[in-house]
């Protein structure tokens, strides 16, 4: 079918329309083949007409000349309970010079599901009056999948919402940078964003959207919290939920669960850029010993074609859990510990230990040997190895930049900052200059730490720091791999701080090549002090500095045996025993230079 010019009156209109449908089942799509071309040719729509509903719900949009081809088009009808009907609209605002066509429309997965003679077995549900057998993953999602709504009968309300009359038992979080909207019909941005909800499938439907149009920002967040579940075993708990990411600029939506209440959790799920203009349902088993809760989080991409969609969200096999989650007192290097401390008798130079109120000296918290029965001397310190793996990273922690705290004004997104990365996340072109395995799994799944040159101006620095380490032992070392790849790497640097005095303990600059590098820093007996690794901007955006596999060896401090020792060691002016070997090698091997005396 295609479009003649005949009059030449102000305002046009042609519309094509489909016969008259019942119904039709969740799965349903139409596709058809459009050609939209010549020099003012105009916008053409397809929109939905449902039977009780005034206003038409738009399903498909094309602009304008979309060149000499065929191209398709692909709609997700879902369920529609009533009666519809479709219709193409193509509207000529005066002056119209081309060819507007349609062909080949098909409708697939239609249909109702078919009458089944039996339907056994726990994973089966049969429906009451359609006589169906359909999933049990699909009962009480808030989609018919029956056609006769018995398998969204006698579902528990708390346990799901549409979003048709507000957010039901979720809450926006206070700790994110905006919140998420709700909202009818499409989204205020054209090419991004759904057109209708997934709920009635019509602009009459509710759902939730993340806006990606400013005042917002690159990497700004918002994040929605549901209610509180008890804990459930082996994915015993199904949490379902239909997102729509559609848009040049969409970047990442990911769900987490957390045991307490003031941090992050742990990544359950995430999706990266453009979908498609669907909604698509995801389905996640989650399974906790203690109580949890989940969060939706959608982060704005950089551009303002990025809007995120949310609806229909519902859990299985879970029951809610009256009580508060407990919260974390974070300690400097963002580890949560415990805010009460047991009964003890220790002064404020010694250290706590958590568990029995045990004192230990305040030189042994964080010196690489447990101390406590609980290790909780060394619980908010840098670990011995990390290799970011369960995207911890390990007492890793980022000291407020000094240029930042003079101006809160500015928005601290696109710095230049260390962040946990992997392959799988990157973008396309991106794996040119950002290791695109780990070196840990050698996977495009394994995490690594790495600096964002993209987010930075050349020389602008991004420094990682360990909390305090209190005391190393003479043979103490780091080692770790690092992955400099790029035309315009910058360098990074090892410093020690201690007090306000910083110095240099290893540097490399420029490319290395396309590959993991071993390196190894000797650090020795040190005491108070941090390891800071500083990564700097070289003069574009080809250039991420990575490192993954830190590992502190050899770190813990030397110990005074309780007896003497033996005739192959050497006793030390302080008592501690070392290898004859170790004599006169110009290393401070006894921490007190004994070893290394001229009178020996």
């Known amino acids: 079918m295609f479009i003649l010019k005949k009059s030449s009156s102000i305002s046009q ?11 039709s089942g969740s799965n349903c799509t139409l596709s058809f083949w459009y050609y939209n071309y010549g020099q003012s040719v105009g916008a053409a729509e397809m929109q939905l007409f449902v039977d009780g509903l005034k206003q038409p719900t738009v399903l498909w949009r094309a602009y304008y000349n979309e060149g000499n081809q065929w191209l398709q088009a692909v709609i997700q009808l879902g369920r529609l309970s009533h009666p519809f009907q479709l219709s193409l609209d193509k509207i000529s605002l005066g002056f119209y010079d081309g060819v507007s066509a349609i062909d080949d429309i098909t409708f697939e997965n239609c249909a109702l599901p078919p009458l089944a003679l039996s339907c056994e077995g726990p994973n089966h549900f049969w429906c009451r009056d359609t006589k169906a057998c359909i999933d049990s993953l699909l009962v009480c999602d808030l989609v018919d999948n029956c056609g006769d709504g018995s398998d969204e009968d006698n579902c528990n309300p708390d346990l799901q919402c549409d979003f048709e009359s507000g957010l039901c038992n979720w809450e926006q979080d206070v700790e994110d940078d905006f919140d998420w909207i709700r909202v009818q019909g499409t989204t205020p941005t054209v090419n991004t964003g759904p057109l209708k909800d997934h709920t009635t499938g019509t602009a009459r439907g509710h759902y939730l959207y993340m806006e990606s149009s400013e005042p917002y920002q690159f990497q700004d967040k918002a994040v929605l919290l549901s209610p509180l579940f008890n804990p459930s075993g082996n994915g015993t708990c199904i949490f379902r939920f239909h997102y729509h990411m559609f848009g040049k600029q969409v970047y990442k939506l990911s769900v987490f669960q957390r045991t307490v209440s003031n941090t992050k959790g742990r990544l359950l799920w995430y999706k990266f850029g453009n979908q498609g203009n669907r909604w698509i349902r ?13 969060l939706v989080k959608g982060v704005v991409g950089d551009g303002f074609a990025g809007d995120i969609g949310l609806d229909d969200v519902s859990f299985l096999g879970c029951t809610l859990y009256n009580g508060n989650l407990p919260t974390a007192s974070t300690t400097t290097s963002g580890t949560s510990v415990p805010a009460t401390l047991p009964m003890n008798n220790c002064t ?29 001397d060394e619980s908010a310190c840098v670990k011995e190895v990390c290799n970011f793996e369960d995207t911890n990273k390990c007492g890793w922690y980022q000291p407020a930049s000094e240029q930042m705290s003079g101006n809160s004004s500015i928005h601290t997104t696109n710095v230049f900052k260390w962040e946990l990365g992997r392959g799988a996340n990157l973008y396309p072109g991106q794996e040119n200059y950002c290791p695109l ?7 495009e799944e394994g995490w690594y730490l790495f600096a964002d040159s993209s987010n930075g101006e050349f020389g602008h620095t991004a420094d990682i720091a360990t909390p305090v380490i209190s005391l190393t032992g003479p043979k103490c070392k780091i080692i770790f791999w690092n992955h400099m790849n790029g035309s315009t790497i910058g360098s990074l640097e090892v410093l020690c701080k201690t007090g306000n005095k910083t110095s240099k303990l290893w540097t490399q600059s420029g490319s290395q090549g396309p590959q993991w590098n071993r390196a190894e820093v000797f650090l020795g007996i040190r005491s108070n002090f941090q390891i800071v690794f500083r990564a ?5 955006y080809m250039g991420d500095v990575a490192v993954d596999d830190i590992t502190f060896e050899d770190c813990s401090p030397l110990l005074i045996p309780d007896k003497p020792c033996t005739s192959e060691e050497f006793t030390c002016a302080n008592k501690y025993c070392i290898p004859k070997d170790n004599l006169c090698d110009f290393v401070n091997d006894c921490a007190d230079n004994s070893d290394e005396s001229p009178t020996i």
């Open 437 to 443: 395995i780990d070196h840990t799994t050698y996977t």
């Open 282 to 294: 995801q389905t996640l088993y989650i399974s906790s010993s203690k109580p949890f809760q989940i």
């Open 536 to 540: 700097k901007c070289g003069v574009s």
């Open 13 to 23: 209109v042609a519309q094509l329309r489909s016969p008259k449908f019942r119904q």
């Open 348 to 376: 404020e130079k010694e250290f706590v230990c958590r568990a029995s109120g045990h004192c230990i000296q305040m030189i042994q918290k964080c010196d690489f040997r447990p101390d406590c029965s609980d290790k909780s």
